[in-house]
């Protein structure tokens, strides 16, 4: 704890400032207080009434209720929620933070998500090391490698992972005479056996049946796809991007996905935007990739709307997509409270709550194996049993693929080049040889 009062209160001052800059809403659990991170009376200390920050995006499953009964158990601690509405948005609150300052001007407790992990590393001296025997093998072993540096310092403690599933329409399945049952759905992929070969060609049979397309864009596709490669873009002996002109893996991914776009199965939506939000409505596509936390999104964007399914399958086996962390910034007031919180956070019974409340799986071992978990059903999505269906996903992974610092870069480059083809903006050739080139440039510069 600082004992210079004013360093503090210029800390926060700023941090309140910063977290101002986003498009937020803030979730106070009472009035107690009026600066981020720092008692109301300025004098009270660690054991005085102190404020501390969360700050989040999307829907951690962090409700009023959630965060209440943490001060109920601590009452000394009231906790402000800031919530960013995407994660690009708090990413880049994150990027500047490491840009302009000694990230002071980031919450006490900082939401990141996993591909962002690398760009942490690279600030590891701006966070706590969260190494706590309390805590050890609370986690699946690979999502505590994501947020481990080389040197062993813990950045991250583990909210949610990201095990993928197909969600699907099971109303314009049966429209265009396809199974509708989840289980006979899952076979009809190629149940263990699923491949990408497999998942397009059913699209092709729906799409030859339907007006709808067999998935809403390429943003969640190549994602899915790609987060199965053991190292997509990076040389993980080097930390060094690979030179996409002579990556054989990622070309096979784009041109499966660029070929689907010729066959018609894309909506042509790109995630999050108005046009896609406004395609549940208007039976726009009829699966889509579906990590835990998906579900959440799909029935807030699908009100009235009939027929969501889960079923227990992914074409090539196992795949996480996304799936974040708690950091603590060193620059808080109160970083030892902060800690507390963060672990208090990502226990076991808080990410159950989360899951129930959200859809954000637990990365805790304990809280996947909860009854509340594995008995858990959405009503939304025809009482699926989806606790034991993501159990089962989680499972088939064996390994987080590596990401280094040029991935976020490198994948958005792909992204562009994707979207300019499912928008008919380019051809796959031109839009590929764009996308070597500047992930060439990337290359030259390091």
């Not at 004992?3 to 106070?28: D, E, H, K």
């Not at 009376?41 to 995006?57: E, K």
């Not at 690009?88 to 998500?113: C, N, P, Y």
């Not at 031109?430 to 990337?442: E, K, P």
Request: hydrophobic letters at 40%.
């Amino acid at each position: 704890m600082p004992s210079n009062i004013r360093s503090v209160r210029g800390r926060t001052a700023r941090r309140r400032a910063a977290l101002a800059a986003l498009t937020v809403v803030v979730l106070p659990l009472s009035a107690c207080g009026s600066l981020l991170g720092q008692d109301p009376a300025g004098d009270g200390g660690a054991d005085g009434p102190i404020t501390l920050t969360v700050s989040t995006f999307n829907n951690f499953g962090y409700t009023d209720e959630l965060l209440a009964k943490y001060t109920e158990e601590n009452p000394n601690v009231t906790v402000e929620h800031v919530v960013a509405p995407t994660s690009d948005e708090a990413r880049l609150q994150m990027l500047k933070a490491f840009t302009t300052g000694d990230g002071s001007e980031l919450a006490d407790v900082v939401a990141a998500e996993v591909d962002w992990m690398p760009e942490l590393m690279e600030h590891s001296d701006l966070f706590e090391d969260l190494t706590d025997p309390e805590v050890t093998k609370r986690w699946v072993d690979w999502k505590v490698a994501q947020a481990t540096t080389p040197d062993g310092k813990l950045l991250g403690y583990g909210t949610d992972i990201g095990p993928e599933a197909i969600c699907y329409r099971s109303d314009l399945f049966e429209e265009a005479g396809l199974p509708t049952d989840r289980e006979e759905v899952a076979e009809l992929l190629g149940g263990k056996n699923a491949t990408w070969e497999r998942y397009f060609e059913v699209g092709r049979q729906f799409t030859a049946q339907s007006e709808a397309a067999w998935f809403d864009g390429t943003t969640g596709t190549f994602q899915g796809m790609v987060n199965q490669l053991p190292a997509a873009f990076e040389d993980p002996a080097t930390q060094l991007p690979t030179d996409l002109a002579i990556n054989n893996d990622v070309r096979v991914i784009y041109d499966q996905i660029t070929g689907a776009i010729a066959d018609g199965l894309s909506a042509g939506l790109e995630q999050w935007t108005p046009e896609w939000t406004a395609g549940f409505q208007e039976d726009a596509f009829a699966t889509m990739l579906c990590p835990g936390w998906m579900m959440g999104p799909i029935e807030s964007y699908s009100p009235g709307v009939q027929g969501w399914d889960v079923a227990n399958v992914f074409p090539g086996g196992g795949g996480n997509w996304g799936g974040s962390f708690l950091a603590v910034p060193s620059a808080g007031a109160y970083p030892e409270e902060a800690k507390k919180l963060a672990a208090w956070l990502t226990a076991p019974e808080q990410q159950t709550t989360a899951f129930t409340t959200a859809g954000a799986f637990p990365s805790q071992i304990a809280a996947q194996d909860s009854e509340a978990v594995q008995g858990y059903v959405n009503p939304f999505f025809n009482n699926a049993p989806v606790g034991k269906i993501f159990t089962a996903r989680a499972q088939s992974i064996d390994s987080a693929p590596y990401k280094g610092p040029y991935y976020f870069a490198i994948r958005d480059e792909l992204n562009n080049a994707l979207a300019a083809v499912d928008a008919g903006n380019n051809s796959p050739e031109i839009a590929w040889n764009q996308a070597v080139q500047s992930t060439g440039d990337i290359r030259i510069k390091q």
